[in-house]
């Protein structure tokens, strides 16, 4: 099993750290895990996006240009990688900042209102853990218990009186999935 | 010869233990060697020249490990600071010095000098200022005079386009890291005293781990000055020293 | 087993220096590594293991501060990104000449100039010829895995103590900042005092009767001609004694991918790709740039149809493979410049122009 996703979004979006409790959870699963952001000014605001890999297998290079899944949160995301998914592949797209929805047939296309979410949860924060119970549904990369574990890896000390919140967050990511 | 002469209750001068028995490099008449002497008394007066380490700069006095008899390390050009920030960092407990030449100290290493003082470094500094580029042959450097010549000031220092002297022990005073600064000359056998109690008071509260001190040595260079010893002497006692008033800049105390 | 840790090249960086045992490191931000000293400032190493950190001025103070300390026999460290390495060349010239180990890191950027904060490898020239003034080498590790980052700061540290040479470690911002599972070896303490090495270093003169010192200065050339010498023969020596590369799928192979660092690891997955086309793909990665892997490269190349370098940069590494190679293959390059990376498809869809077509 290799899993080569890129989350990409606003700066802000948490991108960086959905990218980062995957890879975490992968490792907690003994799998081999990358994550590469991207990295510099442009996450000030603007756009960010992190590739992570996880595999059974050594990973040979970080650096992919095409994805089994992408999983865009604004317009200009989805509009730069929407045609680099490969065939059969899966894009999880975030409704509330897209405009222009995906065209392609030849993928598994999956809206999701993670924002919404979100809100309904009270706590904006939690907006990642929405996207990444989406994102797992439909790609089975680790188990839900790997994802804890890497959640509290990825998370602080101090903010793991959190992690039931953002378990929640996770399962009502899953319900996207149909 | 008179060898019942040779005794040493006759003795009147002799080389401290910490000076090498070879011929310095220096030309005759160069504060240089006075400064050498008088640092090397005063590290084998204190008993320390085990536990002390040197750093010698890019100048005339590159050579300074060839005299000292303490461990030393020889510095790119302006750099002496920041070998003595490293030395000083790694080995808390040693006595830790730099010697360094007016252009090194103060041009082209400025900023690792207001650094180290800045950060409170214990490390003393020896500071030669002798209004000039000696190893080179004479340019002009930060201290050079207003008016004084020099081959890359042949018609004197001109302030309106080469700036004016960089007084930088003064400016050093404002940093709350510097525990002492002070400035003393060779010309005289009273100077020379004043220097050995000053450099010993250096070491003493590096020790005591009080901050930086500096102590600055304005001297001659009578190569360069194309002078005699005699009249180079002469010329830091009537130009240099009223630009550059001997006494303490900054004590402990007002630290 | 060590511990495994999910971590930041940079950071793994950092954790590796203080668990070699470093007595200091000195260094400057700089992206795309300011997370060294970052991390080392959070982990507050002086409570760890008593090793000192310091953020100098400038590079040119923390290479020299690094020079200081390194002379006093410490083991000692420093990590820039490309401007910042150029700022330090004089020191590290200094440290070559006067024989101080040390270990620096390039975490490349790209450049010319003030250039781009994105990953490069365009650094390869200044690494691996000097850099600095003056005949004098380095040894080049180029990692390409955040496993790497860490296993070379030891190994680093282990070259340049036995040949009292600095060594650098040629790694680049995508190396950097991306994050890997990585295994970290336990604690080394850090040398006592008493272990210092007395025959020439400054650690003051203690019961030693003539001081040591340490200078690159020496006016005769006579002299310094002698020095040069003596610094030839100890890198014919780790010429001899030091390549490491690594090779996969020689056997049979008709072409050859090469590349170092980053760059290498997609080479590899280029490389897979052309194997299941049908192409007979073998790769090799230097692992030290300096001392150059010459043999393997001279072996391959009377019986592979030609060798296809791929680097970030401009093609530097290509020179030296063709040295190696003496013009008995055909040795072709491709690279991206400026901070950005090629990925494996392009690689092989320019293999494939330049030798399939
Ligand atoms: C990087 C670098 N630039 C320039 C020089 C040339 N250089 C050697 S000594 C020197 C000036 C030394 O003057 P000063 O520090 O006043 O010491 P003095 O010789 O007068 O004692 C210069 C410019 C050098 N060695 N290195
Ligand atoms: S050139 Fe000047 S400073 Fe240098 S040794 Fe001669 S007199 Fe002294």
Redesign the interface.
Known sequence: MTEEVIFAGFGGQGVLSMGQILAYAGMMEGKEVCWMPSYGPEMRGGTANCNVIVSDEPIVSPIISTYDTVVALNQPSLDKFESRIKPGGTLIYETSTVTNPPTRTDIKVIPISANETALELGNQKVFNMVVLGAFLAERKTISDEGLEKGLKQALPERHHKLIPLNMTAFAKGKEFVK | MNEHIIKDENLVYKKPSTLLDVPMHYCPGCGHGTVHKVLMEVIEEMGI?????G??PVGCS??A??Y?????????HG?AC??????K???PD?YVFTYQGDGDLAAIGT??TI?AASRGENILTIFINNGIYGMTSGQMAPTTLPGMKSTTSPRGRDVETMGYPLVITNLLAQLPGVAYLTRHSVHKVANVRRLKKAIMKGFEYQKQGLGYCLIEVVTNCPSNMKMSALAANEFVEQHMLPYYPLGDIKTPEEK | MGEIRLMKGNEALAEAMIRVGC??Y?GYPITPQSEVLEYLSEQDPMSRTGM?I?Q???E???I?????????G?R?ITTSSSPGISLMQ??IS?MAAAEIPCVIANVIRGGPGLGTIQPSQSDYFQAVKGGGHGDYKLIVLAPSTVQEMVNHVKQGFELAEKYRTPVMLLADGAIGQMMEKVELFPQIPRKK?SELPQEW????????K????????NIQPEKMEEINLHLQEKYRTIEANEVQYEANNLEGAEYIFTGFGMGARICNKAAELGRAKGYKIGVIRPITLYPFPVAIYNDVASKVKGIFDVEMNAGQMVEDVKLAVSGKTRVEFYGRMGGMIPSPEEILENFEKIFIK
């Open positions: 020249a085990s536990e002390t380490i750093v010698a590159v050579f490990y060839n000292m008899n303490v461990d030393m390390q020889q510095a790119p750099r920041a070998f003595g920030t490293g030395i960092r790694v080995m040693r900023g690792e650094h | 007595d200091a000195f000192v310091l100098a001025e400038s040119v103070a923390a020299n501060m690094v020079h200081g300390a390194a002379g006093c410490k000692v004089e020191g200094y005092d270093a400054t650690t003051g003169r203690g019961d030693r003539l001081r040591n010192f340490i200078t690159s200065l």
